[in-house]
């Protein structure tokens, strides 16, 4: 074996690169708790770590979506809430504005006002979404400006004097008016008029119909409607008791047809209602079940955390021990060099 000065030095080089390497990765594995170079620790077996990760990736995707889904049902519920509270004040109304004309003005008002209120409600949105309008995020599911309104109100006021044969509503006799809001109409003419039917007409203008109801998948083998329909008949039902009194001239009417007016937007209002209450009992089950996903997720998303870090991690105590002991090298190795730069090939012979 051949000794020269350049042979000295480049060992001492060669060995101070090799040790700063070393501790350089030790440091890594210090501070990240894994392997400093996954793939040349792992070889072959690399790819399980990469899927392990992929799963992990996939199970926060869905858990984070599945957060958004439970705010948006959070959202609508709080709205349906609303719709639900107002629905119980204008039902006290009603009864005590049934059995006599007096302060039917504010009747009046108070069923416009609690028509605004609901179509606020259906309009809400979350980040630019309209949470009740299905698939049709974009569109608003149902009309509120006051054009749409008033014409609303004047057609539904057309139809009911055109079904009474009347030009004015203080004309309404109570009976005619109990047959028009029942379910087997009011025949005159050889026509049969029922306010359901012309009322649905307009509702169907009214509400964008067409928006499907959106799904979203909640686990690998879970979806769930994630939307209500805004034409739903809950909400049909709730803004058609609402124009009933609003729109049909309630406050000029003797007291029979008065009363056969209120009784019939009292029973439109309590199927709005009832129908108002199964829609939130629904979205507590999906809450329920989206709950139930994420708890299975997070548990999944623990088991591929726990393979993966088999495979990757490191004893951090460990690189704590391999750093100094490799620091406490590097220093040796430099002095060693110092030594050696003093040195020449005379000084070895």
């Not at 392997?35 to 926060?60: C, K, M, S, W």
């Not at 002991?325 to 040796?332: F, G, M, R, S, V």
């Amino acid at each position: 074996m051949s000794i020269s000065s350049l042979t000295l030095s480049s060992f001492s080089r060669s060995t101070i690169q090799r040790v700063q390497t070393q501790l350089v990765d030790a440091q890594k594995e210090f501070n990240t708790g894994r392997h400093a170079d996954v793939g040349r620790t792992l070889g072959r077996v690399t790819g399980n770590a990469i899927n392990y990760r992929a799963q992990e990736d996939t199970f926060n995707s869905m858990l984070t979506s599945n957060n958004l889904i439970s705010s948006r049902f959070n959202l609508m519920d709080n709205a349906l809430s609303s719709i639900r509270t107002s629905g119980d004040d204008f039902s006290k109304a009603l009864i005590n504005g049934t059995a006599t004309g007096t302060g039917t003005a504010a009747l009046v008002q108070s069923a416009q006002q609690g028509l605004q209120q609901v179509l606020g409600a259906v309009n809400v949105s979350s980040g630019g979404d309209y949470l009740f309008a299905g698939t049709h995020t974009n569109t608003q599911p149902v009309k509120s400006d006051s054009t749409a309104l008033t014409t609303l109100n004047a057609t539904m006021q057309t139809n009911f004097l055109n079904a009474l044969g009347i030009s004015d509503v203080s004309a309404a006799k109570a009976d005619d008016v109990k047959a028009y809001f029942s379910d087997a109409g009011l025949p005159r003419g050889g026509t049969t008029y029922r306010f359901s039917t012309d009322f649905d007409a307009q509702w169907a203008t009214f509400a964008d119909a067409g928006g499907q109801v959106s799904t979203a998948q909640i686990s690998k083998s879970e979806t769930i409607q994630t939307s209500v329909s805004a034409s739903s008949d809950a909400f049909k039902n709730t803004v058609a008791a609402y124009t009933m009194i609003g729109a049909l001239g309630v406050d000029q009417m003797g007291d029979g047809a008065r009363q056969a007016l209120t009784t019939a937007a009292q029973t439109r209002l309590k199927m709005g209602q009832d129908g108002i209450v199964k829609v939130q009992a629904d979205l507590g089950v999906r809450q329920t079940r989206v709950a139930a996903a994420n708890a299975l997720l997070t548990k999944q998303k623990d088991i591929v955390a726990d393979a993966y870090g088999r495979l990757e991690n490191v004893d951090q105590t460990e690189a704590g021990l391999m750093i100094n002991q490799l620091k406490t090298q590097l220093d040796a190795t430099f002095a060693v060099t110092g030594k050696l730069q003093g040195l020449s090939i005379l000084n070895y012979l």
